[in-house]
């Protein structure tokens, strides 16, 4: 008889490490080998039956044993060769620990984009390495498009240090905070199982790093690859310059990236503002100011842009020793870039002038390369392209970041919506161009509407079809205006504002036995956590749910979820999603659950829909929230609470706890709405 292996295979539920596996969906079949009868000699069949009457006796004595013993015989099921008893073997060695302690320059300065470059000689099947960085965290004055602003930079650079480590490596993060606000870092994408204590989100996983505190994040990077970043994750703090790149490589990365190339590189991009984000954010939240969003003043690449000092009449601006980003390339060859939009709030549309190019991955998930000309990139989403060289001597062309400001409800006289980058060619003699690019950009219309890339023709290269969801759950995304004609962001019934002293990851774990809702597998948690001030959503058990996201607003919302990654089912712009009771039909039907793409960020235009699916199986409380600052800052937020009955053995740590009684924990962080109770305009 055939055996059927169920397509998510538990191994006690999770293996030592605490993960999920995904089985091979098609039927596992054993087969038993046959041997053909052939030509015996009668000694050979003799000597045959003798042996054959000999087992058979002994066979006899031991059920005989066995009905003494009041055994039950069954037959052995197992149909694959027992391993030899275990040898002896040496300890795994110590992994070994590379420290990246960088020299801090005295003065603040924009980071030699050289770092963004990746070694070519990288080892990716290095044994796991623990690497460990050292960041200082303070404030200082930079101009990173010739305006002087305040920044928060680190090790006095923007933007930050690359993070770079195969799969299985040990990441350590020392964070010395010395300016005068709190914060704390989220490595975005990371899933940190096992260490929910580490996704650095204030208010939900910790308190926030308080001015002269340190704080050390330490995880292991399990089960993932790709391109990811990191960010400040305490108010509105990653504009002003806390953030940068992380890239994660698999030993089988050259075979996943269908398409060979010669170099590889982290593109970043990012509306610029040259106010602190902390002013902003206060006109943002003030009385009558629904979807007014600030408008950014231009744009970076790679923290790089030259603006025209004259335009900035009254502000301090030098552009002496500022340059036009440059990206150079050999000719003849293919290069991988991989753009990651770091931003607040803008879209940007992304494209090189005359080259046509390929996505190979999206969001950490490799996927089978697909021809286009323009990308949409939207906060905190992260695409790999290969661009293809279509050049044989040196020359130069125009890459083109271009803001869609359909999204902007405001005007900004200053605003700049297009940055640029250079792409220099050498050629194979070693000559560079150095003419200023006179390269056409693409023909066709622009875009003007603010939503993701059509990814449905984008296939993963690791086939993995979503199980079953056990459940559908409904999510409305809004934004409403209460008392004082405050507009805040909803889900649902529910806006968030960050308990910054103690965390939802603490207060579950302090509220001990008393703190689940064991009513059903999937149910909110109202035990712990106020219905309209914290949605938490509960999970028991490994749970599959497909969440109907519903967009009431006109603007977009780039949704991410903390811990896990989706499967991309349904984006819609007319009427609304399938119905909880058709929707299994209707993907059926539609053959969209054929391996879909698997993503972390995920943009819902304005009054539209998508349908995505998650198996929720990664402990810990996790938030989901739109990546929008602006919109994450006015509560569009709301968070997982997965697999409670793991979590009941942790405990909160004492540096964790330590955090939230620290002096200046609060600061910078966003007020609280009661500051404009009884103003009138």
């Not at 948690?525 to 490994?542: A, P, S, Y």
Request: net charge negative; aromatic share 8%.
């Amino acid at each position: 008889m055939d055996e059927i292996k169920a397509p998510w295979v538990k191994e006690d539920e999770r293996d030592g490490e605490g993960t999920w596996f995904l089985g091979d969906e098609a039927a596992l079949k054993s087969e038993q080998a046959v041997e053909k009868p052939s030509s015996r000699t009668k000694t050979s069949k003799s000597k045959g039956l003798t042996i054959f009457v000999a087992v058979a006796g002994l066979i006899s004595v031991l059920l005989l044993a066995a009905v003494t013993l009041n055994l039950q015989v069954r037959p052995s099921t197992y149909k694959e060769t027992h391993p030899k008893p275990p040898q002896p073997s040496k300890p795994p060695p110590t992994p070994e620990t590379i420290k990246h302690q960088e020299s801090i320059p005295s003065a603040p300065q924009l980071r030699d984009t050289k770092e963004y470059i990746l070694s070519s000689s990288w080892d990716f099947n290095s044994p796991p390495t623990t690497r460990e960085y050292f960041w200082a965290i303070d404030d200082a004055v930079l101009n990173p498009d010739g305006v002087y602003r305040p920044m928060i930079l680190i090790n006095n650079q923007f933007p930050g240090p690359l993070v770079e480590c195969n799969e299985g490596d040990t990441i350590i993060v020392h964070v010395e905070n010395k300016a005068v606000n709190a914060t704390a870092i989220h490595f975005h994408g990371m899933f940190q199982n096992g260490t929910n204590n580490m996704d650095g989100t204030v208010g939900i996983t910790q308190c926030a790093i308080a001015p002269n505190s340190n704080f050390t994040y330490k995880f292991d990077v399990k089960g993932q690859h790709g391109t990811y970043w990191y960010h400040a994750h305490h108010s509105a703090q990653a504009s002003d310059g806390l953030l940068g790149p992380m890239v994660v490589h698999s030993k089988k990365e050259k075979d996943l990236q269908k398409m060979d190339y010669a170099t590889d590189r982290v593109v970043m991009v990012q509306d610029h503002y040259h106010n602190l984000t902390s002013e902003l954010l206060m006109e943002y939240l003030a009385p009558d100011q629904e979807n007014n969003e600030p408008v950014p003043d231009n744009g970076l690449i790679n923290g790089r842009n030259v603006r025209d000092c004259a335009d900035f009449e009254g502000w301090a601006c030098n552009t002496t020793d500022l340059a036009i980003p440059t990206i150079d390339l050999e000719t003849g060859k293919r290069h991988r870039l991989r753009i990651i939009n770091v931003g607040a709030f803008a879209e940007f549309q992304i494209q090189f002038d005359e080259h046509p190019f390929y996505v190979t991955e999206v969001d950490g998930t490799d996927v089978h390369p697909e021809p286009i000309h323009r990308v949409n990139v939207l906060p905190a989403q992260r695409y790999s392209v290969v661009l293809e060289t279509n050049v044989t001597t040196a020359s130069t062309f125009w890459m083109r970041a271009r803001m869609v400001t359909h999204c902007f409800k405001n005007k900004n006289e200053r605003h700049q919506s297009e940055t640029r980058a250079i792409i220099r060619y050498t050629s194979k003699d070693g000559k560079a161009a150095s003419e200023e690019p006179t390269s056409r950009e693409w023909p066709d219309a622009i875009e003007v509407i603010c939503r993701d890339l059509n990814t449905t023709a984008l296939r993963p290269v690791e086939v993995v079809s979503p199980p079953p969801a056990d459940e559908v759950i409904v999510l409305r995304a809004n934004f409403e205006i209460g008392d004082w004609r405050l507009a805040r962001g909803f889900f649902n019934e529910s806006t968030w504002h960050a308990n910054a002293t103690h965390p939802s990851l603490h207060r579950f774990l302090d509220s001990g036995s008393q703190s689940t809702s064991a009513k059903s597998p999937i149910a909110i948690n109202e035990k712990v956590f106020e219905r309209q001030k914290e949605f938490v959503l509960e999970t028991t058990g490994v749970q599959t749910i497909d969440i109907s996201i519903n967009n009431f607003d006109d603007g977009a919302h780039p949704f991410h979820l903390h811990g896990h990654k989706f499967f991309v089912l349904l984006q819609g712009r007319d009427g609304y999603p399938p119905s909880a009771a058709d929707l299994p039909k209707y993907l059926h039907s539609h053959g969209l659950l054929k391996n879909p793409l698997r993503r972390d960020t995920l943009t819902v235009e304005g009054y539209a829909w998508a349908v995505i699916r998650v198996v929720l199986d990664n402990p810990g409380l996790w938030a989901f929230h739109c990546h929008n600052t602006w919109h994450a800052e006015s509560g569009m937020l709301m968070q997982m609470l997965v697999r409670p009955e793991v979590m009941k053995g942790w405990k909160v740590g004492d540096e964790e706890r330590g955090l939230c009684g620290r002096e200046g924990v609060m600061k910078g962080m966003r007020p609280d709405d009661s500051i404009w109770f009884g103003q009138f305009r």
